[in-house]
């Protein structure tokens, strides 16, 4: 008994269909992460810098009350000023938040 195969021109046309659907989904899965990620580094990036902007601007204005300092009282200590013996410099550290 012969059988008769039939040849088709349609063969792996749903496999090919298959394929390109699940590499556009794989697509857009790989864009939407790589878009939550940034995200996410951009809210890091946003909470660093809005933590350290009051240290900054303690600083400016630590730095602009010494602009009209008085020549004549030389003793910083009473602001609470440190002398480092080594260089013969005058430090303050404060701390805001969890900074310095």
């Given at each position: 008994m012969k059988t008769r195969r039939i040849i088709s021109r349609e063969t792996g046309s749903t496999l090919i269909a298959t394929l390109t659907t699940a590499g556009i989904l794989?697509?857009?899965l790989a864009t939407?992460?790589?878009?939550?990620?940034?995200?996410?580094?951009?809210?890091?990036?946003?909470?660093?810098?809005?933590?350290?902007?009051?240290?900054?601007?303690?600083?400016?204005?630590e730095g602009c009350s010494h602009l009209s300092w008085n020549p004549t009282n030389v003793d910083w200590s009473g602001d609470g000023w440190v002398?480092?013996?080594?260089?013969?410099?005058?430090?303050?550290?404060?701390?805001?938040?969890d900074g310095y």
């Open positions: 794989a697509s857009v939407y992460l790589a878009m939550t990620s940034q995200e996410n580094l951009k809210v890091k990036r946003s909470i660093g810098w809005n933590s350290a902007l009051p240290m900054a601007e303690a600083g400016i204005e002398i480092n013996p080594t260089n013969f410099s005058y430090g303050k550290t404060r701390f805001l938040g």
